[in-house]
């Protein structure tokens, strides 16, 4: 199968599948954007590979990305995951994580979702034709403009660059490179 080309993917299938089943693939489940949101602010700094290889870590410590839980964490279970080996031991990360759930629970009890803000934001699904990965931005005005919106809404660790990736792993920014069979 022709893939991407970014550094690692040959050799790693966990990788290899990420890339060819969710990556750039739409997917504005409440809870799986909650999930990627949580894994790319925790990416920050770190490989993707890194964090992907500990996504089922994340999965325990965060009650299954389940939102409305998370909001509810306090200080002793934050003190719990600083413990765990399993996940980054970062508290700003773990602590925006928790605000991340909450700043979800409060759209929702105002009758919005983050998938329609973030629909709005980029007025649909942005296809871009790059040769290869290294053709790509890792921001944008829409990023930027974005980064700022789910800031003001409560919305921790959601830098332009930050943003950007996770529009494309949620699928609203597919930037498979051109020739890519999982485009």
Request: net charge positive.
């Amino acid at each position: 199968m022709k893939r991407c080309d970014w550094p690692d993917l040959p050799n790693d299938p966990l990788y290899q599948e990420y890339h060819d089943q969710e990556w750039g693939k739409l997917n504005l489940a409440e809870q799986y954007l909650y999930e990627m949101l949580v894994l790319e602010s925790f990416q920050s700094g770190l490989s993707w590979k890194t964090i992907l290889h500990k996504r089922e870590n994340f999965r325990k410590a965060f009650a299954g990305f389940d939102y409305q839980v998370v909001a509810n964490y306090d200080q002793a279970k934050i003190a719990s995951l600083m413990a765990d080996p399993g996940i980054i031991r970062n508290r700003r990360k773990i602590e925006a994580a928790v605000a991340d759930a909450q700043a979800m629970c409060k759209l929702h009890q105002n009758g919005q979702k983050l998938g329609t803000i973030l629909q709005e934001a980029t007025k649909g699904i942005i296809v871009n034709y790059p040769k290869t990965f290294k053709e790509l931005p890792n921001k944008t005005q829409i990023s930027i403009d974005l980064s700022k919106k789910l800031k003001q809404l409560g919305f921790k660790f959601v830098g332009p660059v930050t943003v950007y990736s996770y529009l494309e792993a949620i699928g609203l920014i597919n930037d498979h490179i051109v020739g890519c069979e999982a485009k």
